[in-house]
T-cell receptor, first 115, second 110 residues
């Protein structure tokens, strides 16, 4: 089946630094990828929709200058958390639509801890 | 009001028991409904789609009630491996975005 590879799975960084998370579709082309954030015991919240070759669409309340998204190819989308702060510590997950009827595949997630 | 609401549980049941729980959604125009399973600190994985006529997959049965805007999941003959958080997922918009419930935690004990 369709596989979405996400790296790194876990990262610890210092406040003020930037962290890049990669999401790759391994055996299919993904023109659209989605980036979610999940805080403990809460639902996945959509942050942005990443579109290949164009600007990402951000959800209300998500700072586009802080969460930089690049979708330069049909198989790779990246999320960069810039100037990270402890409150950015969360579980970040990407997903891609794999076909019709809203089939989605999720990456394995990245647990970010900002110290 | 949240787009998707679930009873967080936890539902603690013995092996072999039946457990059922619901999820309500706010957008009456929603067309696609899913149950995902999420294990601790892992990504969600599709358990089953939910069809208008209701559907069954082994020990799992999903039902959709459009009039009352809720979907349900029933697990029969619970196994220890069924312990997880079950996420109700709804797509109610034209741009293929999903809305997630916060999840219902099920713990099956020996």
């Amino acid at each position: 089946g369709a596989v979405v590879s996400q790296h790194p799975s876990r990262v610890i960084c210092k406040s003020g630094t930037s962290v890049k998370i990669e999401c790759r579709s391994l055996d299919f082309q993904a023109t659209t990828m989605f980036w979610y954030r999940q805080f403990p015991k809460q639902s996945l919240m959509l942050m942005a929709t990443s579109n290949e070759g164009s600007k990402a669409t951000y959800e209300q309340g998500v700072e586009k200058d802080k969460f930089l998204i690049n979708h330069a190819s049909l198989t790779l989308s990246t999320l960069t958390v810039t100037s990270a702060h402890p409150e950015d510590s969360s579980f970040y997950i990407c997903s891609a639509q794999t076909g019709t009827n809203y089939g989605y595949t999720f990456g394995s997630g990245t647990r970010l801890t900002v110290v | 009001r949240k787009e998707v609401e679930q009873d967080p549980g936890p539902f603690n049941v013995p092996e072999g028991a039946t457990v059922a729980f619901n999820c309500t959604y706010s957008n009456s125009a929603s067309q696609s409904f899913f149950w995902y399973r999420q294990d601790c600190r892992k990504e969600p994985k599709l358990l089953m789609s939910v069809y208008s006529s209701g559907n069954e997959d082994g020990r799992f049965t999903a039902q959709l009630n459009r009039a009352s805007q809720y979907i349900s999941l029933l697990i029969r003959d619970s196994k220890l491996s069924d312990s997880a958080t079950y996420l109700c997922v709804v797509d109610g918009r034209n741009d293929y975005k999903l809305s997630f419930g916060a999840g219902t935690t099920v713990t099956v004990r020996a």
